[in-house]
């Protein structure tokens, strides 16, 4: 059996790569026809198996055109489709969405992920939405999740370290997307520390990192960090008004539509190959000079909101854990903890 159905809430999730998406990854990365022998062989299925997930692919709205003697051949994929067969076949990582969850709608991914996390799902385990009806924002806000435009994703981390380190790891999530992002869109992504990422001076995404402590809260069990990237919004009117002015999305941005499945595969793969270089060195030393390039703000004044007094400085970077360095008048430098304070820059984009 290949799939390994997993129970939740009532309805069974499958967790490995189905059929559909094994074949539409094989005719996707051939461009010749592939026969349905070599597509049983591939993957070890019977013909009729190739012949009902072929099937399911074209009710799906793909165009897939059967040739006797030769086989099949995908014409055309449905325009922006996010399904889980999408999604799937479109991942090249070892361990960062190989097991996957996708919900049409639901509550909030960053709780289903927990409670997957909480039934032993394994470490890269992703929970995608297309809607979110009670989308989470850091500060106990809401995040704002209509269908059919964004990307909603939340990865469970089985972290080999200690909790003081696991505020890094939304660092981590910070740099692959943003790069992930211009990578696909060729936008030019900042970073406001720590971990919103703005285009042209608005957000386009936010990271809500949650942690869950063992019963004794002596060890971190997992940590889940959820994902939200405004992609195909295509006009500001489509934001809620009081964000209207601090949000964007990529296709406003750039003038055109984005296929989330493919930037969310490039998220995935950008995310598994730096959280591997933070997990060797268990600091962002190696990742530290690609984030402060993207860094907003940095070498500007800041305004740093501390409930124990606010201050001006100057943003010097970033420290291998992760902290904000903040030059104060008199030369003294302060390394400021995410969580505790918000930082402001006294110049456009503010939280
Ligand atoms: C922020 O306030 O900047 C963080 C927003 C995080 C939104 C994402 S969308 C996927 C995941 N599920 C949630 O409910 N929130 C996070």
Request: charged share 25%; with cysteine; net charge negative.
């Amino acid at each position: 059996m290949r799939h390994s159905p997993h129970n939740h809430g009532g309805a069974t999730v499958k967790y490995m790569k189905t059929d559909r998406s094994d074949i539409l990854a094989c005719l996707r990365n051939s461009e010749d026809y592939v026969s349905g022998q070599q597509l049983c062989d591939r993957l070890g299925v019977s013909r009729t198996a190739v012949w009902k997930a072929i099937n399911r692919l074209k009710e799906e709205g793909y165009q897939i055109e059967s040739v006797p003697s030769r086989g099949y051949r995908l014409v055309e994929s449905p325009a922006d489709i996010y399904s889980e067969s999408e999604i799937v076949s479109r991942l090249h990582t070892k361990w960062a969405g190989q097991r996957l969850i996708f919900l049409e709608s639901t509550g909030s991914t960053n709780p289903d992920a927990k409670r997957f996390a909480e039934e032993g799902a394994p470490h890269g385990t992703i929970v995608v939405a297309d809607r979110q009806t009670a989308g989470r924002g850091r500060r106990g806000r809401s995040w704002e999740s209509p269908a059919g435009s964004s990307i909603y994703f939340t990865i469970v981390i089985r972290p080999l370290f200690s909790p003081e380190k696991a505020s890094m790891v939304t660092l981590v999530m910070a740099l692959s997307v943003a790069e992930a992002i211009h990578e696909v869109t060729g936008l030019e992504t900042g970073i406001k520390w720590p971990n919103d990422i703005v285009v042209n001076g608005k957000k386009v995404v936010g990271i809500l990192t949650e942690m869950s402590m063992t019963p004794e809260m002596h060890e971190m069990q997992f940590l889940v960090a959820g994902v939200g990237v405004n992609v195909n919004q295509n006009r500001a009117e489509d934001f809620p008004e009081e964000i209207r002015k601090a949000a964007t999305s990529l296709q406003i941005e750039a003038g055109h539509q984005f296929d989330r499945a493919g930037l969310l595969a490039c998220i995935l793969a950008r995310f598994e190959e730096d959280y591997e270089t933070f997990e060797r060195a268990l600091t962002l030393s190696e990742l530290k000079e690609r984030y402060e390039s993207r860094l907003v703000g940095r070498n500007a004044v800041v305004r740093v909101l501390d409930p124990e007094g606010e201050y001006t400085g100057t943003s010097r970077g970033i420290t291998e854990t992760g902290e904000l360095i903040v030059e104060r008048e008199n030369g003294e430098r302060i390394r400021v903890y995410a969580g505790e304070v918000s930082v402001r820059g006294l110049y456009g984009y503010a939280e």
